[in-house]
C-alpha cells in the first residue's frame, strides 16, 4: 500500500535554529497537509496545500512557520527559529479528492525537541 | 464539521470483538463518519468511513444508526496490536478534498492479554 514517508523521524535542535521537516506524499495525491501533536495533547491542524499554495491554515501556522514543494515530490514544513513550544510530533499527510470522498494518509512523523 | 463525543477509555479482552461508540447528533447530511487510530505515537491510522449504511472492510465494520446521529466501530477480533487511541471523526464530502480533519480526544481502547 502506497506509503507518505517522512524524515527525519528524530530532530533535536537549539531553540532559535531553523529547521526543516520532509515529507514524501504519495504520489498521485493533490491534497498536502502538516499536522502537530504536542505530547499528550489532541492531533491539531497546521496548514494545507495544494496547487503550489496554502489552502487553509490556522492560528498556530504563524510567520515562523512556511512550507513549500521544491520539486513535485517533496513536501517541507520550515520553522524559521524554533522555540521550545514548538516540540511535539510533526505529521505529513495526503489525500486526493473526488466521490466517493477520499481518506488521508499519514506518515509515522517527526519527534521534534527543541532544548 | 460536527462535534462527536466518544468514552475516554475502554478495556477489551483480547479475541473479542470491540465496540467503540461515538455520538455524533448534529451530524449534516453530507457528512460522512470517519475512523482512525493511533498507535502509540505513530501517524494516525485510516480505519474504515461511511454515510449511511453500514460499512464493512478488511480491518473492521462500521454500524451507523437510522437517524445518523451515533456510530458504532466493531473490532471483530480484537488483537493486542489494536490497542491505540481511536477517532471518530466526522467530515464534509467534497469534490475538492481540502476540509482538514478535527481531531477530538478519542477513545483509549486497551486489550488485555
Known amino acids: 500500500e502506497p506509503e507518505v514517508t517522512q524524515t527525519p523521524s528524530h530532530q533535536v535542535t537549539q531553540m532559535g535554529q531553523e529547521v526543516i521537516l520532509r515529507c514524501v506524499p504519495i504520489?498521485?495525491?493533490?491534497?498536502f497537509y502538516w499536522y502537530r501533536q504536542i505530547l499528550g495533547q489532541k492531533v491539531e491542524f497546521l496548514v494545507s496545500?495544494?496547487?503550489?499554495?496554502?489552502?487553509?491554515k490556522s492560528e498556530i501556522f504563524d510567520d515562523q512557520f512556511s512550507v513549500e514543494r521544491p520539486d513535485g515530490s517533496n513536501f517541507t514544513l520550515k520553522i524559521r527559529s524554533t522555540k521550545l513550544e514548538d516540540s511535539a510530533m510533526y505529521f505529513c499527510?495526503?489525500?486526493?479528492?473526488?466521490?466517493?470522498?477520499?481518506?488521508?494518509?499519514f506518515g509515522s512523523g517527526t519527534r521534534l525537541t527543541v532544548v | 464539521d460536527a462535534k462527536t463525543t466518544q468514552p475516554p477509555s475502554m478495556d477489551c479482552a483480547e479475541g473479542r470483538a470491540a465496540n467503540l461508540p461515538c455520538n455524533h447528533s448534529?451530524?449534516?447530511?453530507?457528512?460522512?463518519v470517519y475512523w482512525y487510530r493511533q498507535i502509540h505515537s505513530q501517524g494516525p491510522q485510516y480505519i474504515i468511513h461511511?454515510?449511511?449504511n453500514n460499512e464493512t472492510n478488511e480491518m473492521a465494520s462500521l454500524i451507523i444508526t437510522e437517524d445518523r446521529k451515533s456510530s458504532t466501530l466493531i473490532l471483530p477480533h480484537a488483537t493486542l496490536r489494536d490497542t491505540a487511541v481511536y477517532y471518530c471523526?466526522?467530515?464534509?464530502?467534497?469534490?475538492?478534498?481540502?476540509?482538514?480533519?478535527?481531531f477530538g480526544t478519542g477513545t483509549r481502547l486497551t486489550i488485555i492479554p
Open positions: 499527510a495526503s489525500i486526493s479528492p473526488g466521490y466517493p470522498p477520499a481518506y488521508y494518509t
Open positions: 504520489s498521485n495525491h493533490l491534497y
Open positions: 496545500f495544494y496547487n503550489n499554495e496554502i489552502s487553509e
Open positions: 448534529t451530524i449534516s447530511g453530507n457528512e460522512y
Open positions: 461511511g454515510l449511511k
Open positions: 471523526i466526522v467530515r464534509a464530502a467534497s469534490s475538492f478534498g481540502n476540509e482538514k480533519l478535527t
